[in-house]
Every structure is written in structure tokens, then in C-alpha cells.
């Protein structure tokens, strides 16, 4: 996909993410900076200020979307989606462009605003990419911890809501949360990008456990870390909502469908059942964007038309607590 080296766009494969073995590994986001309610740090908590960069097909982006939705920060934080496209630049925003925010730059690329606020920076340009349209710099690329900016930073200025990281959960949430990152994010990654048999049989077998784990936990409870939903559970849905149209097939997970387990499938009925977060699940588009021919994996641009999945069917999670 390229990235940027000291300021200028490359193809050059620098910053890969495959081992020696063949086997994908997640490089670390490079931009950590935190948004704060008192602004220590140097990034308050100010509506209107910061804009959110995602792509439909991203299952990492999607967690950020999810959070601006059930937080209520749609009218604090700006959203703008990105596409990937045939001999592009990695992210871009179509022919027409985006004026950045606070700029009057009309970037092309997402990797523009990278090099506006750090000019000779070296990073993978990834989706979600959090901007600060006040310092034109970018805040946080890394989603696990944007969603912990959303989730609390902004409760001064947002509705009422609840909070998906409560303090007597944490360490259960954690534990949970390193568990899915393992055993299905980065699994499912490694089943689609990994460059050997070997890899590719390892992550297959570390995902179909995972799952197996997590039906066995939802047949004795709501929610990951109980009877009301958490953080642990939006981490994990963006993953289950396209396992089935694109994961099964596209990414090799083929030994069963998220459909197949009794638990999971209720479970995920439950969550995209959640008011709004329909809304913020374009399946069609994420197929577009993952089997397009720019897309993450090899495909000749043809978009598989099924399956048919109904996830407004009824689910039966209510015969455990109700969520708070």
C-alpha cells in the first residue's frame, strides 16, 4: 500500500508487516497524543475541533465510528470517510479532495495531512486518523485509544451516556480486549495477509479457538464482561458484522460462518440492534472496499453479491440480565 518516508510517499515496502515467517504482524500506530477534558497535554476537549478520518471497509476505523455514535459526539466530532483507489496514494478522498480543517489546503491524499502538521515524517498512513484542525496536526492514529478519548473526554460537552470503560470492569475489559486482538483481529489478519502455509495454518487455528472461547462465555452471559455492553464488545463487533460477507471468504476463514454459532450470531444480532449502530454499518460498502481491485486483498474487483443475513431477526440475549 506504500507509506510515507522522511515526508514523501513511497511504494517502497520499509515498513512491512509480515515477519520472517510469512506471518502478518500489526506495526504499531506512531501517533499517540491524548485528547483530555482540562486540555493537559495540549489537546483539550473542545467541540467542533477534531475530525475524524475512517474507511467503510476498515474494521479498526469502524470502532471509532461506532463510539462518535453511541457517545452522541456526532455533532462534536466531524467525520470524513476515505477510500483506497487502483495505483493511488493509500487513503484518498476522490478527484474533488477534502479541505483539510483549519487549513486552506485541499489534500488528495490522507498522507497530506500527515506531512502538513510533521513534514518529514516516516509512518504507515492509517485509518482512523484523528486531526486537530486547531494545532493542523495529527492527533491519534491508533483506534483502541481514540475510543478511550470518546468514550470519556468529551463528557462535558455530549449528552448523558454510558460508559463502556467502568473503573470496577477495567481489568476484565483488558483481559478481554487482548484476548479478541490475538485470538480474532489479528487471526483473521493473518489468515488473509500472511505469506506461507504455515502462517496462514497458525492464524486459521488461533481464530476458529478464539471463537469457539467466546460462544462457550456468551452461552452464560450477555455481554463479553457481563449484562451490559462494555468496550470489550464494540471492539469485537466490527470484525463479527463482516466475517461472514467478507472474512469466510475473502480472508480464507472458512471452517464455520459467525452464523454457525448459536451464541455469537444472537450476540451480534443484539449489538446491531443497538440504536444507531445500524446506521453506521454499510456492508455493501464494506465489501466494495475489501474486494474491489483496490482493495486489501487480491480480487478482480468483482463483488460477491451474498449472503443474505437479516440482523434485524430477533435474538434471544434477552434470557440473561438486562444490559444497564
Known amino acids: 500500500m506504500g507509506h510515507l518516508l522522511d515526508g514523501a510517499w ?60 453511541l ?14 483507489e487502483e495505483g493511488g496514494r493509500g487513503w484518498g478522498f476522490g478527484p474533488e479532495g477534502h479541505l483539510v ?39 491519534n492514529n491508533e483506534s483502541s485509544e481514540i475510543i478511550r478519548m470518546f468514550n470519556a473526554a468529551f463528557a462535558d460537552h455530549a449528552p448523558p451516556t454510558p460508559d463502556y470503560y467502568p473503573a470496577p470492569l477495567r481489568n476484565e475489559i483488558d483481559a478481554v480486549n487482548a484476548f479478541v486482538l490475538d485470538g480474532v483481529n489479528n487471526a483473521i489478519n493473518g489468515c488473509g495477509y500472511s505469506s506461507s502455509q504455515a502462517a496462514y495454518d497458525m ?45 469466510y471468504v475473502g480472508y480464507k476463514c472458512n471452517k464455520r460462518r459467525v452464523e454457525d454459532y448459536p451464541n455469537l450470531s444472537n450476540y451480534l444480532r443484539d449489538l446491531y440492534q443497538t440504536p444507531g449502530i445500524a446506521a453506521s454499518c454499510d456492508i455493501e460498502g464494506m465489501k466494495r472496499g475489501v474486494f474491489g481491485k483496490a482493495g486489501p486483498i487480491g480480487s478482480n474487483g468483482i463483488v460477491p453479491r451474498g449472503p443474505e443475513i437479516d440482523h434485524w431477526r430477533p435474538h434471544d440475549r434477552g434470557r440473561f440480565a438486562k444490559a444497564a
Open 203 to 247: 492464524s486459521f487455528d488461533k481464530l476458529f479457538e478464539t471463537l469457539d472461547a467466546l460462544e462457550d462465555r456468551l452461552s452464560r452471559q450477555r455481554y463479553l464482561c457481563g449484562d451490559a455492553q462494555t468496550e470489550a464488545d464494540w471492539r469485537l463487533f466490527p470484525n463479527l458484522v463482516r466475517f461472514d460477507p467478507i472474512s
Open 10 to 69: 513511497t511504494h517502497e515496502n520499509v515498513l512491512g508487516e509480515r515477519n520472517a515467517d510469512g506471518l502478518y504482524i500489526k506495526r504499531a500506530a506512531q501517533y499517540r497524543h491524548r485528547i483530555t477534558a482540562d486540555g493537559e497535554g495540549g489537546f483539550e476537549a473542545e467541540p467542533g475541533r477534531y475530525h475524524l478520518y475512517h474507511a467503510t471497509a476498515c474494521p479498526w476505523a469502524h470502532r471509532t465510528v461506532l463510539f462518535r455514535v
Open 101 to 139: 480543517p483549519g487549513t486552506d489546503h485541499r489534500a488528495r491524499w490522507l498522507h497530506e495531512l500527515y506531512t502538513l502538521g510533521d513534514p518529514g515524517c516516516t509512518t504507515r498512513v492509517s485509518v482512523p486518523t484523528l486531526w486537530d484542525a486547531k494545532t493542523c496536526k495529527v492527533v
Open 71 to 84: 457517545k452522541k459526539l456526532e455533532p462534536l466530532v466531524s467525520l470524513t470517510d476515505t477510500a483506497q
